[in-house]
């Protein structure tokens, strides 16, 4: 069982994102918690006036409303019948304090895994606002695995959850079916996971995540009609960022991404994505430590700290501008915001310096060797250190230095393993040196 809480800034929004699917047939109200009426007595008026009133008795707050899914494993299918699912919710709610307030639970029939979502509001009868700061870590973590322990359910792991929800929303070929509908509702399910999520300060920024599920932002061309009257449309692309369907309006799509409504995010994005630079420098600095040689090698290290590099190159195939995702914390960052040192060209610097900082302590080694030596050099490839050829050992790293790679094509896999097998080799490399030194 995975449990993911957000805290909406709208409770239309997040009542408007499940209504739809009730609409469209992929979702249904199977509980109305603390309201007067049945589920199927409840029309949008009913539901959004029982919250207002409560919101209404607390004007300071910022945030009034929360959004939660409880998600589990599809092997549990069989399970998680209706009664079942409000059992658990209810309970649920119970444990983590909103048992008294009112809530919606919909049951959603869109995924592979069976799944429900539960809007309640945070203001309670007496005007005072509950307390949502470590409500996951502290409260929520806690009655999960009391209740998976009680029920016997299959214990899920948030972030593999989350790895293969991202994976599952990537559109693909495959996923666009005959139609323009079955593409308004790719799209928008990967906006509803973007939008409202992840902490962005720009279209450009916006569009990094975007990518990652093959989805762009685009305003047009700035003396077309679209960019000049502040208009927004979304198109799937391919791998290298090519449309693949026709755009569709920003005001299309329920949750409605447009224009203005990005811009409204970005000061409030900006504000609160502050706490989470040190994080992303930090992972970057670490994962320098193992000395990636290329942006492709860079990316398949960070992949590891739940964040993803995007690359922006020219058509001349030059590198002049990265993009940080941190997964984790859903925040997004240019390397120049980092800090000049996170930029394209001083990354490339770092990566530089480090291959040639190895070179020059290597040749410093050289330099005591005895003549006619023979060292082991990377891909087991022999060659012998005479005054003719000392600096063969630097020419083999520099050449590394030119294999850039986009890291959105890396298996990273294979990348693992090469670097696994090139951190064996310069510790086999030095100690060899080391003991041909003490000689």
């Known amino acids: 069982m995975v449990a993911q809480i957000t805290i909406p800034k709208s409770l239309k929004r997040a009542l408007n994102y499940n209504e739809k699917k009730v609409q469209q047939g992929k979702a249904q109200l199977i509980l109305a918690q603390n309201f007067i009426k049945l589920p199927d007595e409840l029309n949008f008026h009913d539901k959004t006036e029982r919250f207002e009133r409560l919101m209404e008795l607390n004007e300071r707050a910022q945030t009034k409303v929360i959004h939660i899914s409880l998600n589990f494993p599809p092997e549990e299918k069989e399970r998680m019948n209706k009664d079942f699912l409000i059992r658990l919710a209810d309970e649920y709610m119970e444990r983590i304090g909103f048992g008294k307030q009112p809530y919606l639970v919909y049951e959603h029939h869109d995924s592979g895994h069976p799944h429900v ?52 929303l990537a559109i693909t070929p495959q996923k666009l079916q005959a139609g323009k509908s079955a593409t308004q509702r790719s799209i928008a399910n990967v906006l509803d996971h973007v939008v409202d ?8 920024e916006l569009n990094a995540v975007l990518k990652l599920y093959n989805v762009r932002a685009d305003r047009g061309a ?17 791998e290298a960022g090519k449309a ?18 990005l811009e409204s995010r970005f000061e409030k994005n900006e504000e609160e994505r502050q706490h989470d630079k040190q ?45 940080y995702i941190d997964h984790e914390r859903k925040s997004v960052f ?31 080694q050289q330099k005591n060797l005895p003549a006619e030596k023979t060292i082991v050099l990377p891909k087991a490839q022999e060659i012998t250190l005479d005054n003719n050829n000392k600096n063969a050992l ?13 890291p959105e094509y890396t298996d990273t896999r294979d990348v693992d393993r090469e670097l696994t097998e090139e951190q064996r080799r310069r510790r086999r490399r030095r100690t060899e040196l080391d003991r041909d030194f003490e000689r």
């Open 117 to 168: 979502h539960v809007v309640s509001t945070l203001i309670q009868e007496d005007g005072t606002r509950i307390n949502t700061h470590h409500l996951g870590k502290d409260i929520s973590d806690p009655a999960r695995k009391e209740m998976e322990i009680k029920y016997g359910l299959i214990s899920s792991n948030k972030k593999e959850f989350e790895q293969k929800q991202e994976k599952d």
């Open 197 to 204: 999520r992840y902490k962005y300060t720009s279209l450009q």
């Open 222 to 238: 700035e003396e077309g009609r679209i960019y000049k009257n502040r208009g927004l449309t979304y198109v799937v692309t391919d």
């Open 244 to 261: 693949l369907t026709k755009p569709i309006k920003a005001s299309a799509f329920h949750n409605k991404p447009t224009l203005d409504y």
């Open 279 to 323: 994080h992303v420098r930090t992972s970057v600095d670490w994962v320098m430590r193992s000395e990636p040689q290329t942006f492709g090698e860079l990316a398949a290290l960070l992949k590891k700290e739940r964040i993803d590099l995007v690359v922006r190159r020219n058509e001349q195939g030059r590198v002049y501008g990265l993009t």
């Open 334 to 364: 240019n390397g120049s915001s980092l800090g000049k040192e996170y930029a394209a060209k001083e990354m490339s610097e770092r990566m530089k310096r480090d291959v040639a900082e190895e070179k020059f302590s290597m040749q410093q």
């Open 394 to 406: 630097g020419k083999r790293l520099g050449k590394i230095i030119e294999e850039i790679v986009a």
